[in-house]
């Protein structure tokens, strides 16, 4: 989402992030104080709102890389959290990690915020925006363009990213039910390399192991990434003391999600006007549905 317009150059400009900690709540600091946050530990800044008629998809995906939900509001963005979710050198991953505030020159507010927030093991991080290349518009550029300036100040890697490789995804989607940790059975798939050590039939060396039905799992399942998610206390050396936050994918449908993103809300158009504040999409306001009376 953008407001304002994005398309003067963004040199000279000074950004802000807004982002929800589960810990202080909603904060807001200047760019070049964010970037040893851990966003992929973050609550999005927005929710996902799901009404009748809606042409895109909402929804959200269990990752082995966080142990939890992560949200997505496209098919687009579900391909790319799950291609996310199988590099393995993927550590955190979160959705609407935060918003990117600036000024234009002709003193109009904007405001972005990307797609997800990706950590790698090195500490390195990747902010992702999902739009197939026919889709952008220039205003969607625009913000774009100002985006990838702002993380290259703070040495982040910012990347568009479009449709990927349909057989890609395919791939990745079957093999991604084999991902959760039901399917981790060490001893199994010890059997199973013991099995398939010389050149066999696929149904001859799992019935070797034991039922097809049982084992067939533990083989398909995709090494590469840790059989749990890093822990919270695990040493960063990119985090500042004091940034402690809760897993993006964690945060349930409720109030302790409800609560900082309208706080968060408040913060980010205090500088817009009640006018633009009612646009913002967690603040509209929708009737209750309508109940029958029962008859006697």
Excluded at 90 to 118: M, N, R
Excluded at 135 to 158: H, M, N, Q, S
Aim: charged share 25%.
């Amino acid at each position: 989402m953008v407001r304002g317009d994005a398309s003067a150059s963004p040199a000279g400009r000074e950004f802000e992030i807004a982002y929800v900690d589960a810990e202080s709540g909603a904060r807001r600091l200047a760019l070049i104080d964010a970037w040893s946050v851990p966003f992929e530990e973050c609550m999005p800044v927005r929710g996902f709102p799901s009404y009748k008629g809606q042409r895109n998809h909402v929804g959200r995906w269990w990752t082995a890389t966080t142990g939890s939900l992560v949200g997505y509001e496209s098919w687009l963005e579900r391909d790319w959290l799950m291609l996310l979710d199988f590099d393995p050198d993927v550590v955190g991953i979160a959705a609407q990690p935060f918003w990117l505030l600036w000024t234009t020159p002709e003193g109009k507010p904007c405001s972005h915020a990307p797609d997800y927030f990706a950590r790698s093991a090195g500490g390195a991080a990747l902010v992702m925006d999902c739009r197939p290349a026919d889709r952008i518009k220039p205003r969607d550029a625009d913000a774009f363009a100002v985006t990838r300036a702002a993380c290259e100040l703070v040495g982040w890697r910012y990347e568009v990213a479009g449709s990927p490789v349909p057989v890609v995804v395919g791939n990745l989607r079957w093999l991604s039910g084999y991902r959760h940790p039901r399917h981790d059975l060490p001893d199994v798939a010890a059997a199973l390399q013991v099995a398939f050590a010389a050149p066999t039939g696929l149904m001859a060396g799992a019935e070797s192991v034991g039922d097809p039905i049982a084992v067939l799992p533990a083989l398909w399942r995709p090494g590469g990434k840790p059989n749990s998610p890093p822990s919270p206390r695990q040493s960063r050396p990119w985090k500042r003391p004091g940034t402690r936050c809760r897993l993006a994918g964690a945060i349930g449908v409720g109030e302790t999600r409800r609560r900082p993103v309208r706080a968060l809300a408040r913060i980010h158009h205090q500088q817009q006007g009640p006018q633009t504040a009612a646009a913002h999409p967690d603040r509209r306001r929708h009737p209750a549905p309508r109940t029958r009376s029962r008859q006697r």
